[in-house]
């Protein structure tokens, strides 16, 4: 087992791909490889950090619980209280958007703004969501104080107080919500279109208004549309595979106005009508949603109780919930006598991952992430056990998954006017179990996240201080479980192939993970049950206070989460015992038992010959693929 991770070893097989191995590392003789290029690959992804130290990764050291200061449920005046966030997660839907998307305008070099907007709509339906809520209870809240708006406007009605949340809810309801609802020929008249494709080079790029349907309900190649072209006296008749649709001319795209005028607060750095790095955006947008949300939680805890804020109230703001998560950095002595380890715990927001020649596709980059580094000369770490400095083995991994995933792509250098320009695969289903942490809850099952948005930068000549950026975003179509990407460029839309999106140049990735819904309501610090259990069939907890739990019901209806806050204590033993056997779910945290020790390496010069002693057990077609996806050997590695 790769120490602090969930990927393992085995004799036999590739330690990068899996494959049937013959050959094994000349130096430590404990990985296995199908090729020189193997090697040479999980060499620069990790090996390298832990080759020779077998004896020392024999040693398990379970990851233990995080601090409480890290989690949520540790606030005792949260910004939202477990109970209002149950709801919201109840009444919020995760699925893909439907109907076709609407543009922004360009205005002063805004594309950054655009696509990180466009992707933040459509790929994390419940910020929107519980923005709109805010700014419903925002304007009930004024409407109330002010009396009513019409006897208000009447005197001296005073508009709402300047709210960047209440604005980001007002661009999202009032520019980006879909233009239509499209299907196969759903064409409309005053649609704005684009050619494209057309013999007649003239005319390519051109930009026309649909003026007739002259078959638009058909599917066929010949299907056509009358445009009226500038210049042109009449319409011309166009084939509906030549044209792009780009918005309708009765809802022309609006620039984001409502964000702009927050951009010295975003970031105090950027400048209007510069050219500005769409991750920065993204992280000074969440940035600002926290701080205002934190200020109006202090000023109603002092007006009801004259108390001070708790200090780590932000892990229950909007952007922890939404987009946190918790990295662990494992860090353990290799001396043999001692061999032991420390850990800390870190929360996050989004990855930032690096691109290098050994990374070929996004598993890679979490790889190289999560791969183990030596700390020795220089860095040479002190031992809390046996208070030596020694050569230490670090490694980070993911103990608690986030909700909705966000993956930076490092393809701008400090301080260097190139840029990466690798296209790194990335996959439209990603499994990000093999990257947790071996004391992570989950265990057992995959981790699956659903790519919903992908941001470009389209550079010129290979440079990162001037571009474009544009997005690629998915939404539902008419039909039942069917989906549709789109290219927005600013306010130009077009229909893509998911292929074509997967081939991309990509820089921000925005991942929903796959039933988040009820894994959001899941406690971060909670033990996963034992892979594989099988889970009886029992009644959903009748919840507290109206809000239905998606929690199993242990004892008297309720889960022991409920249970706790109802009676003011735990259920009794065996109640727990059920529960956590049908949910996966237990307040306690019982370390598991340490693996079993690997087998051991053959001797040296022993090459491919079969080891002395009891031969090791093979891994079969339906056991757990080492990878650590969760899934079976047959259907993951094995069935390459």
Request: proline letters at 6%; a neutral charge.
């Amino acid at each position: 087992m790769d120490g602090g991770t969930l990927r393992s070893s085995k004799e036999g097989l590739c330690a990068t791909c899996y494959a049937k191995a013959s050959v094994y590392c000349s130096k430590c003789k404990g990985r296995w490889y199908c090729s020189q290029s193997c090697q040479a690959k999980d060499w620069n992804l990790g090996h390298k950090g832990d080759c020779g130290l077998g004896d020392i990764l024999q040693v398990k050291s379970p990851v233990p619980k995080p601090p409480a200061r890290l989690l949520a449920e540790s606030v005792e005046r949260p910004v939202h209280s477990d109970a209002s966030w149950r709801k919201l997660l109840e009444s919020s839907d995760f699925s893909a958007r439907g109907g076709w998307p609407r543009g922004l305008r360009n205005v002063a070099n805004c594309c950054y703004m655009n696509a990180t907007l466009q992707s933040l709509y459509h790929s994390v339906p419940l910020l929107h969501g519980a923005l709109k809520q805010h700014s419903c209870d925002h304007e009930r809240q004024h409407t109330e104080s002010v009396g009513c708006p019409a006897t208000a406007q009447a005197s001296a009605y005073q508009e709402p107080p300047l709210c960047f949340r209440c604005n980001l809810a007002a661009l999202s309801e009032n520019h980006l919500a879909s233009a239509k609802v499209t299907s196969d020929g759903d064409w409309e008249l005053e649609d704005v279109v684009e050619l494209h494709d057309l013999k007649t080079e003239s005319l390519n790029g051109q930009t026309g208004l649909v003026v007739e349907l002259l078959q638009p309900k058909s599917e066929a190649p010949e299907a056509r549309l009358g445009v009226m072209l500038p210049g042109k006296a009449s319409p011309i008749a166009i084939k509906t595979q030549n044209l792009r649709f780009l918005y309708n001319r009765s809802e022309v795209p609006s620039p984001p106005y409502e964000v702009l005028r927050w951009l010295p607060r975003l970031n105090e750095e950027f400048t209007f009508g510069a050219q500005e790095d769409a991750h920065e955006f993204f992280n000074g947008l969440l940035r600002l949603l926290e701080d205002e949300e934190l200020k109006d939680h202090a000023r109603q805890l002092q007006e009801s109780s004259g108390e001070a804020l708790e200090v780590q109230a932000d892990l229950t703001a909007l952007p922890s919930r939404i987009f946190g998560g918790i990295l662990v950095s494992q860090c353990t002595c290799t001396r043999k006598e001692c061999a032991r380890s420390s850990f800390s715990f870190e929360p996050f927001r989004d990855l930032s991952l690096e691109i290098t020649e050994a990374t070929d596709n996004l598993e890679d980059m979490l790889k190289l992430f999560t791969a183990p580094e030596r700390l020795d000369k220089q860095n040479s770490w002190k031992c809390e056990a046996c208070s030596e400095v020694v050569r230490a083995r670090k490694q980070i991994t993911i103990y608690s998954p986030p909700n909705f995933l966000v993956l930076h792509l490092k393809r701008f250098r400090f301080m260097e006017r190139g840029k990466v320009t690798k296209i790194v695969p990335f996959p439209a289903i990603l499994n990000l179990r093999p990257f947790l942490s071996s004391g992570a809850s989950g265990e057992g099952r995959p981790v699956e996240y659903e790519l919903r948005a992908v941001i470009v930068h389209v550079d010129k000549a290979g440079y990162s201080h001037f571009g474009h950026y544009i997005a690629f975003v998915k939404c539902a179509t008419h039909r039942k479980n069917t989906f549709q990407w789109f290219r927005i460029d600013d306010s130009i839309i077009q229909e893509v192939e998911e292929q074509q999106v997967l081939q991309q140049q990509a820089y921000l990735l925005f991942y929903t993970r796959i039933g988040a819904s009820q894994e959001a309501l899941r406690r971060p610090d909670a033990a996963a049950g034992a892979a594989g259990a099988a889970a009886p069939s029992r009644g959903r907890c009748k919840g507290r206070e109206g809000v239905i739990c998606s929690f199993y019901a242990c004892a008297e209806g309720l889960c022991t989460r409920c249970y706790q806050e109802e009676y003011g204590r735990p259920p009794p033993a065996e109640a727990q015992e059920a529960g956590s056997a049908s949910n996966g779910y237990t307040v306690t945290a019982t370390p598991k038992a340490a693996p079993s020790a690997p087998a051991s390496a053959p001797a040296p010069g022993q090459g491919k010959a079969a080891k002395s002693g009891a031969k090791p057990k093979k891994v079969g077609a339906n056991d757990p693929c080492p990878c650590g996806s969760g899934k079976k050997y047959k259907k993951c590695h094995g069935g390459a």
